[in-house]
């Protein structure tokens, strides 16, 4: 893993409308270890011109609290402010445990409160932070994302991401602590039939997406990424159909209340009221 330092200017990055109902997205890194196949960062600038290969090398981000503090003052002069973290990295990336950038940013935010935190993970390092996720007062989602429960096919599609019991566990040790959480099955890979229960032991609400929904290109992305190859090898081709999300959502019907079911970007739009909150 190739490790290298930046001193950015700012933190928040305008969204320009292209998360729903964010005003702002913050990346504590560049570049995520996690390299999941499937990731459409592969196919965006920030990806395409490095030499490097996505997944091998992380830029840290370096923070310091009185600088991101004034940003934060300042944009919420300005307006709303909703912060989607992260769209292009995972904040909770093995670099995180040692450079704890994230958690500077939110030690921040827990002082000088944003309207709405998202916040987007693979790994269970996130739990190190629920310490501070208690302090925000109710305008708060911790997602993870869980795939699958069927660690051979994890290791096929990311292998470099943290294995899907310990997500599992973090995410339930954040859940009964209290946190509004949900369980981001985006994208969607083959599960057992077990997979819907498993989930509904550890969070009130998922966000179902697939590889053509999900990868902004309306599955062309997940084409070039070699998507309909690895479902091959999976042996596992009729779950790489536009049309098998409907088989997903019925399965999850089973188990989880409709109004807790989301799907595609409805699983990543801020609350609009508390009574949303599940
Ligand atoms: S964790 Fe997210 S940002 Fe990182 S490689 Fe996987 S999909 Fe891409």
């Not at 292998?159 to 566990?169: D, W």
């Not at 819907?196 to 062309?220: E, H, Q, Y």
């Given at each position: 893993?190739?490790?290298?330092?930046?001193?950015?200017?700012?933190?928040?990055?305008?969204?320009?409308g292209f998360l729903e109902g964010y005003e702002y997205s913050l990346n504590p890194y560049i570049g995520c270890s996690f390299g999941c196949k499937y990731c459409y960062v592969r196919k965006l600038p920030v990806s395409l011109f490095r030499k490097e290969e996505w997944g091998t090398w992380v830029d840290v981000k370096q923070a310091s609290k009185e600088s991101f503090a004034k940003e934060l003052k300042k944009a919420k002069e300005k307006g709303p402010v909703r912060i989607f973290m992260s769209s292009s990295t995972d904040p909770y990336q093995g670099v995180e445990s040692n450079e704890k950038i994230t958690r500077l940013l939110l030690e921040t935010m827990t002082e000088i409160q944003p309207d709405f935190l998202f916040v987007q993970t693979r790994s269970p390092l996130v739990k190190r932070d629920l310490d501070l996720f208690?302090?925000?007062?109710?305008n708060l989602l911790v997602s993870m994302t869980i795939e699958t429960d069927r660690e051979e096919i994890r290791k096929l599609f990311s292998p470099g991401a943290p294995p899907l019991k310990a997500r599992m566990n973090a995410l339930k040790l954040l859940t009964e602590n209290g946190i509004t959480t949900q369980a981001a099955a985006a994208p969607v890979l083959p599960y057992s039939d077990e997979f819907p229960k498993k989930l509904s032991g550890i969070t009130n609400r998922v966000c179902?997406?697939?590889l053509f929904m999900g990868d902004g290109a309306n599955g062309k992305r997940s084409i070039k990424l070699g998507m309909e190859?690895?479902?091959?090898?999976?042996?596992?081709?009729?779950w790489f159909n536009r049309k098998h999300i409907h088989q997903v959502v019925k399965d999850f019907e089973k188990v989880f209340p409709a109004e807790n079911i989301k799907i595609n970007k409805e699983g990543f739009i801020p609350f609009q009221e508390a009574s949303e909150k599940t």
């Amino acid at each position: 893993m190739e490790i290298s330092y930046r001193n950015p200017k700012a933190f928040l990055t305008k969204t320009g409308g292209f998360l729903e109902g964010y005003e702002y997205s913050l990346n504590p890194y560049i570049g995520c270890s996690f390299g999941c196949k499937y990731c459409y960062v592969r196919k965006l600038p920030v990806s395409l011109f490095r030499k490097e290969e996505w997944g091998t090398w992380v830029d840290v981000k370096q923070a310091s609290k009185e600088s991101f503090a004034k940003e934060l003052k300042k944009a919420k002069e300005k307006g709303p402010v909703r912060i989607f973290m992260s769209s292009s990295t995972d904040p909770y990336q093995g670099v995180e445990s040692n450079e704890k950038i994230t958690r500077l940013l939110l030690e921040t935010m827990t002082e000088i409160q944003p309207d709405f935190l998202f916040v987007q993970t693979r790994s269970p390092l996130v739990k190190r932070d629920l310490d501070l996720f208690k302090k925000f007062n109710g305008n708060l989602l911790v997602s993870m994302t869980i795939e699958t429960d069927r660690e051979e096919i994890r290791k096929l599609f990311s292998p470099g991401a943290p294995p899907l019991k310990a997500r599992m566990n973090a995410l339930k040790l954040l859940t009964e602590n209290g946190i509004t959480t949900q369980a981001a099955a985006a994208p969607v890979l083959p599960y057992s039939d077990e997979f819907p229960k498993k989930l509904s032991g550890i969070t009130n609400r998922v966000c179902l997406d697939d590889l053509f929904m999900g990868d902004g290109a309306n599955g062309k992305r997940s084409i070039k990424l070699g998507m309909e190859e690895l479902h091959q090898e999976a042996e596992a081709e009729e779950w790489f159909n536009r049309k098998h999300i409907h088989q997903v959502v019925k399965d999850f019907e089973k188990v989880f209340p409709a109004e807790n079911i989301k799907i595609n970007k409805e699983g990543f739009i801020p609350f609009q009221e508390a009574s949303e909150k599940t």
